[in-house]
Antibody, heavy 123, light 109 residues
Framework: QVQLVESGGGVVQPGRSLRLSCAASGFTFTTYNVHWVRQAPGKGLEWVAVISYDGRNQYYAEAVKGRFTISRDNSKNTLYLQMNSLRAEDTALYYC????????????????WGQGTMVTVSS | QSALTQPPSASGSPGQSVTISCTGTSSDVGAYDYVSWYQQHPGKAPKVMIYEVSKRPSGVPDRFSGSKSGNTASLTVSGLQAEDEADYYCSAYAGSNNVFGTGTKVTVL
C-alpha cells in the first residue's frame, strides 16, 4: 500500500545536527513533490520544506532556512532532512508528506502522510 | 510568513453544521486557489479533507465542503457526527512556500 515511513528522530543537544529519513513505498516516488511538516508538542502544524519530484527545486520556511537541507534519492525512494544548528524551538514531531498531484508545479495539498518521527532538542 | 488565522474552537450538536474560517492575505489565500483543509485526530497524522478550495479527495464524505471569498477560506461540516470531533487546519500556497492555519478544535456536543 501507499506508505511513508519516517526515521532518524531522537534527543539532540542544541547546536548539534540530525538527519531524518522518509522511506516511500507503494507509489512512483519519482513523480511526486514531497514535503516536511512539523508539529511541536500540543501545537499546530508548521510547513518546513519541499523538494520537487526531480530534486531540482527546494524551498524552505524562513524559520529553518540556512540550517535545514531537504534532499531525495530517487534510486532509493527516500526523502531526507538534514538539520544543523538545532534549537530548542525545533523540537517537534516531523512528518513527511506527499503532494496530491504528480509533477506538481505549485505545492498543492498533502494526501499521504507518514506517522512522524520525534525530534527533541535539549541539553 | 505568518500563520493563517482560524478560530480556536467551534462546536455543534449531532446533525448540525459548523463552519470554520481561515483568514490570510492577498499573498496567500487571496492570491491562489490552492487552499486545503486537514482533519487531525489526537495522536494521528493529518488527513486531507478538501484541496484546491473546494475539491474533495476520494473517500471524503460530501458532508465536508470548502469555499473561498477574498482572503478568507471556509470549511463547512454538515450533518455533524461524533467522529468529526477533531482539530482542523487550513493550508495555503504562498508563493514558493506553504503556510498552515492556527488550527480549530471542533467539538461535537
Amino acid at each position: 500500500q501507499v506508505q511513508l515511513v519516517e526515521s532518524g528522530g531522537g534527543v539532540v543537544q542544541p547546536g548539534r545536527s540530525l538527519r531524518l529519513s522518509c522511506a516511500a513505498s507503494g507509489f512512483t516516488f519519482t513523480t511526486y513533490n514531497v514535503h516536511w511538516v512539523r508539529q511541536a508538542p500540543g501545537k499546530g502544524l508548521e510547513w518546513v520544506a519541499v523538494i520537487s519530484y526531480d530534486g531540482r527545486n527546494q524551498y524552505y520556511a524562513e524559520a529553518v532556512k540556512g540550517r535545514f537541507t531537504i534532499s531525495r534519492d530517487n534510486s532509493k525512494n527516500t526523502l531526507y532532512l538534514q538539520m544543523n544548528s538545532l534549537r530548542a524551538e525545533d523540537t517537534a514531531l516531523y512528518y513527511c508528506a506527499r503532494e496530491i498531484s504528480i509533477f506538481g508545479l505549485i505545492p498543492d495539498a498533502f494526501d499521504v502522510w507518514g506517522q512522524g518521527t520525534m525530534v527533541t532538542v535539549s541539553s | 510568513q505568518s500563520a493563517l488565522t482560524q478560530p480556536p474552537s467551534a462546536s455543534g450538536s449531532p446533525g448540525q453544521s459548523v463552519t470554520i474560517s481561515c483568514t490570510g492575505t492577498s499573498s496567500d489565500v487571496g492570491a491562489y486557489d490552492y487552499v486545503s483543509w486537514y482533519q487531525q485526530h489526537p495522536g494521528k497524522a493529518p488527513k486531507v479533507m478538501i484541496y484546491e478550495v473546494s475539491k474533495r479527495p476520494s473517500g471524503v464524505p460530501d458532508r465536508f465542503s470548502g469555499s473561498k471569498s477574498g482572503n478568507t477560506a471556509s470549511l463547512t461540516v454538515s450533518g455533524l457526527q461524533a467522529e468529526d470531533e477533531a482539530d482542523y487546519y487550513c493550508s495555503a500556497y504562498a508563493g514558493s512556500n506553504n503556510v498552515f492555519g492556527t488550527g480549530t478544535k471542533v467539538t461535537v456536543l
